[in-house]
């Protein structure tokens, strides 16, 4: 039976660091203060506010919450934006994604001062993920992917690892942070031939697909751990999956992130952590 690498435990220890950095912070006069853009109100995007907000309070940041109509123009946006990028009271600020079709998703991001960008929607972000160097911050999720093997104890340093999907949110970032981690990675994706044979010997699987239960027995090995990403409801079953074929898969690998309980779990910590990450900096 596998180990069960649940969250709620990567978490809580994150929530330490930061209460501690928080008092110091305030010490010095700097409330952490995170800033939440969302624009109409997606069921999703309300869900993960909620869970955001609660972290935040947790530990004592203060969360901003900025909400603009589902009709909003580009003009209004642009300039929204900005006044976040002034406001010296804010250093973090979350702007959910996908926006409105009305929108240029693209210009917004950029907009976005790097410094406060927690979440990586900018270039600036991403390019110092692949090159360590400059502002900005790792996506939360493929750093909660991080916080997970690091706090379990898993080795990451000479060991192989596989990582199904190639986005910028998870699969090309977690692929350069185990990489910078000294693994050696390989990125399987949709064109991938035979994924199995590429997976089934790799020390660590990181798995996000994006599409729910595709990933069984087959890809997998004994010893290994694997990192389950993905998320959605199965109807079927009436319950929330990720993208491993868990009862399948869990019998044979070493360690597994449960779904729900693994890595969502801890992307709202990660997210918390940058924000005072972000506030330190302002503090000195």
């Known amino acids: 039976m596998a180990e069960l690498l649940k969250g709620a435990p990567v978490a809580e220890a994150i929530a330490e660091r930061c209460k501690a950095d928080v008092e110091a912070c305030q010490a010095k006069g700097v409330n952490p203060t995170l800033a939440i853009l969302r624009v109409g109100e997606r069921d999703d995007d309300l869900s993960y506010e909620r869970g955001a907000t609660k972290r935040c ?3 004592g940041v203060a969360v901003k919450n900025v909400v603009l109509p589902a009709d909003v123009d580009q003009a209004t946006m642009m300039a929204t934006i900005e006044d976040l990028n002034n406001d010296a009271g804010v250093h973090g600020v979350l702007m959910f994604r996908p926006l409105p079709e009305q929108l240029d998703e693209a210009a917004c991001c950029e907009a976005l001062a790097a410094a406060k960008d927690v979440d990586a929607a900018t270039t600036a972000s991403l390019a110092h993920v692949f090159t360590g160097k400059g502002e900005g911050y790792a ?3 493929a750093q909660a992917c991080m916080e997970i093997l ?11 690892a596989a990582v199904i999907g190639r986005s910028l949110v998870i699969g090309k970032p977690v692929s350069m942070m185990l990489m910078a ?13 035979d994924m199995p044979s590429i997976t089934s010997e790799a020390d660590i699987v990181v798995v996000a697909a994006g599409r729910m239960e595709t990933i069984g027995a087959e890809y997998f090995k004994a010893g290994q751990t694997v990192i389950d990403v993905g998320i959605g409801w199965n109807e079927e079953k009436g319950k929330l999956c990720g993208d491993v074929i868990f009862d399948d898969v869990e019998p044979i690998v070493n360690a597994i992130t449960p779904v729900p309980g693994g890595v969502g779990s801890v992307t709202t910590a990660v997210l918390v952590s940058h924000v005072v990450e972000a506030a330190k900096l302002v503090a000195g």
């Open 57 to 59: 309070e947790a530990v």
């Open 139 to 141: 996506p939360c999720t």
């Open 150 to 160: 690091q706090h379990y104890g898993i080795e990451t340093a000479g060991k192989r």
């Open 181 to 193: 981690a000294n693994a050696t990675v390989t990125t399987c994706h949709t064109k991938t031939v």
